[in-house]
């Protein structure tokens, strides 16, 4: 997942509009899982109770939070947009403890924090944001994982009881694809020109399409706040890419940050 930024930084310079880049992010993921469980005899299910869980699932982990961070892709760059999925680990811990759904721990809040840390020490210091972005497009950005945090917590409160992680996944994917159906259908954008907006788009889709089987997977097995994790090290790829191949620079501190959210990863992990 943490490829997926810099492809849509590459499809916004080809006029692809962020929320088509969204969905169609979304519906190709979604497809492919489906595919995956026809393959597997393993069927998705149409009642009240998982329409609303694709729905609202879609709507906290795919629809918001992506349509957020792409749209501040082309003024922040790619690498300091992924900022935004370190911090759904401290969000969910917050809010699954405040509803009790996992105990709060001090060796994994010290991990957690110590992420966190790291993130400041990329997005604080001075001169690392690009010289003509607006803060206000970080505060974009930042809106992404409240929206994570949320749904994280909401998938495992509402998990069906008959539900396996295969259908729900491409539920969850194809709920959001709908979701963002409309306001791609009314926008720019919306079919991209050329193979060069084209092939980010599906690339997008073959990425998220394995990337959501392990993360409902890793959700079933270990629940909301061991899943959010995973936001810091889509943030170390975007960051890793977009330094690599698309020529962005984010200051000096950028080594010690990484070691700082790796350290805080291994220490939060060793709780479980």
């Known amino acids: 997942m943490g490829l997926v930024p810099p492809l849509a930084k590459l499809a916004a310079a080809h006029g692809v509009s962020a929320p088509a880049f969204a969905f169609w992010q979304a519906l190709g993921g979604g497809l492919g899982i489906t595919l995956a469980c026809r393959a597997r005899s393993q069927r998705m299910l149409w009642n009240r109770r998982h329409l609303r869980y694709y729905a609202l699932s879609g709507l906290t982990g795919i629809t918001l939070p992506n349509l957020l961070v792409y749209l501040a892709i082309p003024h922040l760059g790619a690498g300091l947009a992924s900022v935004a999925y370190t911090f759904p680990p401290l969000f969910t811990m917050a809010v699954a403890a405040a509803l009790g759904v996992e105990p709060l721990s001090w060796r994994r809040s010290a991990g957690i ?6 993130t400041l020490m990329i997005a604080l210091p001075e001169g690392s944001l690009p010289p003509a972005a607006s803060p206000l497009w970080l505060f974009v950005a ?131």
């Open 113 to 118: 924090l110590l992420g966190f840390l790291g």
């Open 142 to 272: 930042l809106g992404a994982p409240l929206s994570l945090a949320a749904g994280n917590i909401y998938r495992s409160r509402a998990w069906p009881p008959e539900g396996q992680p295969l259908p729900l996944a491409a539920g969850m994917l194809l709920g959001g694809a709908a979701e963002l159906l409309p306001l791609t259908a009314s926008l720019d954008g919306a079919i991209p020109a050329g193979s060069g907006g084209l092939l980010p788009l599906i690339a997008a889709g073959a990425l998220t399409a394995p990337a959501y089987m392990m993360f409902l997977e890793l959700q079933r097995r270990a629940g909301p706040v061991y899943l959010s994790q995973c936001g810091f090290i889509i943030a170390l790829t975007g960051l890793a890419v977009g330094g690599l191949l698309l020529g962005e620079y984010y200051g000096p501190w950028l080594w010690a940050a990484v070691l700082t959210i790796f350290v805080g990863v291994a220490l939060s992990n060793g709780a479980r």
